[in-house]
């Protein structure tokens, strides 16, 4: 399968990785091992000792978190992926002990894993999400959910978010994003947002429970912020007709997705907002988003994939709405990236 590799993924949250521990992630069908230097910085390797193919996941950090030991015969490969003890003969270390290293950053509170050569990683192409590490603890959802479907299908899922008032209908959704149109705009060859603005609806009930007035006609907006290849920060708000956004309440979220494989992703989100700041209230947010995501979204997803089976998007001919317009545009988007990357290749 053909991804963009010029690009950082996610790879997990960083408070995922501790000292003296291994992550073993498989990411754009590729199996790395993720291990903390003593100094706190992230080293990635392909997780298979080039000795037997072992996974060097399978075996223990050494050194103080210098390097990682294979649990077969015993080698210890360093952050670099280069070989630095063989506890075999004389010692000496065969010039092929390599294992290939990736560039990993910890960014934001996530992981961000460079998918191409390490030596030409481009920090900036990492998006700013710093906003979501202010907010508080009573005020944060995080999960991640493995689904089985390509990665592009979950991206749709959050670039064309009409489906909300079908799929999450009575609690996220109220009929208004499908009776707003949808405004696209175009940031640079890396990103693009989509907006829907409605007025003189009642809000989805997970916001009008927080108004100052339940039941009345409100402004709503719903934005979302497309990264190459899959990240998407995600704001979405209500306040009572003609007010301010101040005067209401806004939820900012991120929805990251990272292939595995063909077929299947890794989803990360990320939500918090300004209102209903409580544990009480939290607990009851977290169970009412991980059922939309893992009860909904997932399902539908899944079930969407096995509908395709390895058919090409684009090969089934679907039949586009309005609503699709910013969804259209990043597939695109993500075409021409990737193609004119093979080009260069």
Excluded at 24 to 53: K, M, Q
Excluded at 118 to 128: F, K
Aim: net charge negative; with cysteine; charged share 20%.
């Amino acid at each position: 399968m053909n991804y963009l590799r010029r690009a950082w993924y996610v790879a997990g949250y960083a408070d995922e990785l501790a000292s003296e521990q291994l992550l073993a992630r498989t990411l754009l069908d590729e199996p790395l091992v993720f291990f903390r230097r003593p100094d706190g910085s992230i080293a990635a390797l392909l997780d298979r000792c080039p000795h037997r193919f072992a996974p060097l996941s399978a075996g223990k950090i050494c050194d103080n978190g210098a390097s990682v030991q294979c649990g077969y015969h015993g080698l210890r490969f360093d952050g670099s992926g280069a070989c630095v003890h063989s506890p075999h003969a004389d010692g000496a270390i065969p010039k092929a002990a390599v294992v290939k290293a990736y560039s990993v950053l910890e960014r934001h509170g996530l992981l961000w894993f460079w998918a191409d050569d390490a030596s030409e990683a481009d920090e900036s192409l990492i998006p700013d999400y710093s906003k979501l590490n202010g907010a508080a603890e009573d005020a944060t959802v995080r999960g991640y959910l493995p689904t089985g479907c390509d990665y592009r299908l979950l991206v749709d899922n959050i670039l064309d978010l009409t489906h909300v008032d079908y799929l999450h209908a009575g609690t996220l959704g109220s009929g208004a994003m499908t009776r707003a149109k949808a405004q696209v705009t175009d940031l640079g060859e890396r990103g693009v947002r989509i907006a829907w603005l409605s007025s003189g609806d009642k809000a989805p009930a997970v916001f009008d429970n927080s108004l100052r007035q339940q039941g009345q006609p409100t402004d709503q907006w719903t934005e979302v912020t497309w990264t190459a290849p899959a990240n998407m920060m995600l704001q979405v708000g209500a306040t009572l007709a003609g007010e301010s956004r101040q005067l209401g309440v806004d939820s900012l979220a991120l929805h990251l997705a990272t292939p595995e494989s063909a077929g299947r992703t890794h989803y990360w989100y990320w939500s918090t907002r300004t209102f209903g700041i409580d544990p009480h209230a939290n607990a009851a947010i977290k169970a009412l988003l991980e059922f939309a995501f893992s009860q909904q979204d997932k399902p539908m997803l899944e079930a969407q994939q096995g509908r395709m089976g390895g058919a090409e998007f684009w090969s089934l001919k679907p039949v586009l709405l309005p609503g699709d317009a910013g969804a259209v545009r990043v597939r695109r988007r993500l075409d021409a990236l990737i193609g004119a990357e093979g080009a260069e290749r």
